[in-house]
């Protein structure tokens, strides 16, 4: 046999023993511990004491040989903990559906850790939840996160799906196309007639230091010039500087659609837009509760992202 085949043959063994090892109880711990933020609220939500939720705990990190929870508050896992809790989440989802099949248990909601941009989370992925509704099966546990925290939300194992705008999958993920979000900038008429210099001269409002979706309106726009900028790191709190004339700003067709019609901001350049594509990045992870989450984003996204 070939060295690599044996190298690889041994890593699948080492794996495999590794798994035995965990007991599930404690991994489904490690799980709530990370999820909850206190043992004392991961302790309540598996109907144990405090003190068993501890020991469990305890014992997993014997079993692994590293300290997997930092004891703060809230509670975060280390980076051990963090390359156990994937495996922790990927195990709990699959024992309950396994237990679910042979009749060893009923059949209770799953909770899906997702990581989704702000931007989508105010548009259309309130279809995504109006599905999650319907189903019945899935608890939504969403983390608002821009497109490099998704990533890395990911790769840590704290969210087992995202939204987000990286098309090459993370590591142990599978990515799917969904659209394109798309952006155009608005301002107030007053603050138009007051700067005239366009895009390049006006004010510019910024979610953060990182937001580069002005500099790529402008490019659109042709604008030359580099704006003085507000920083607004809030949706409802973007969308009042905006209309209130703070700045110009890049704005979702719906958040635009929707100020318009009120009659408070204006198209700040009459042809100038941003497309973000978006994708749906998973656990490669074969799950009917993942599987059915995943079929519900792609719906959703069929109807409310340009394709």
Not at 217 to 237: D, F, I, T
Request: proline share 5%; hydrophobic share 50%.
């Amino acid at each position: 046999m070939p060295a690599i085949q044996v190298q690889r043959k041994e890593c699948f063994l080492v794996k495999v023993s590794f798994i035995v090892m965990l007991s599930p109880f404690q991994l489904e711990a490690l799980v709530a511990v990370c999820d909850a933020g206190s043992f004392e609220r991961a302790a309540a939500a598996l109907h144990v004491s405090p003190s068993a939720m501890s020991q469990r705990i305890a014992a997993l990190e014997r079993t692994v040989g590293q300290v997997l929870v930092q004891r703060t508050k809230p509670v975060v896992p280390t980076p051990a903990g963090y390359a156990v809790l994937t495996l922790a989440r990927q195990l709990v989802v699959l024992q309950r559906e396994v237990l679910e099949d042979v009749g060893g248990a009923a059949a209770a909601p799953h909770t899906m850790a997702i990581a989704v941009n702000n931007d989508s989370l105010d548009t259309w992925f309130h279809a995504v939840i109006e599905g999650v509704n319907a189903h019945g099966a899935i608890l939504l546990d969403l983390r608002a996160a821009d497109e490099d925290a998704s990533i890395e939300l990911l790769a840590q194992g704290a969210v087992m799906a995202a939204v987000c705008t990286a098309a090459r999958p993370a590591p142990g993920c599978v990515s799917t196309r969904l659209g394109r979000l798309r952006y155009v900038p608005a301002a107030t008429p007053e603050l138009i007639a007051r700067h005239r210099g366009g895009l390049g001269r006006m004010p510019v409002i910024r979610w953060s230091r990182a937001d580069d979706l002005d500099l790529r309106m402008r490019r659109s726009a042709q604008a030359a010039g580099e704006p003085p900028a507000h920083y607004v790191p809030s949706a409802s709190a973007y969308l009042s500087a905006v209309s209130t004339g703070l700045g110009w700003g890049t704005l979702s067709e719906k958040d635009y659609a929707v100020l318009q019609a009120e009659g408070s901001v204006v198209r700040a350049h009459p042809t100038a837009f941003v497309d973000q594509t978006l994708y749906w990045q998973r656990w490669k992870l074969e799950s009917r509760a993942v599987s059915d989450l995943s079929a519900i984003v792609r719906k959703a996204a069929l109807h409310g992202l340009r394709q």
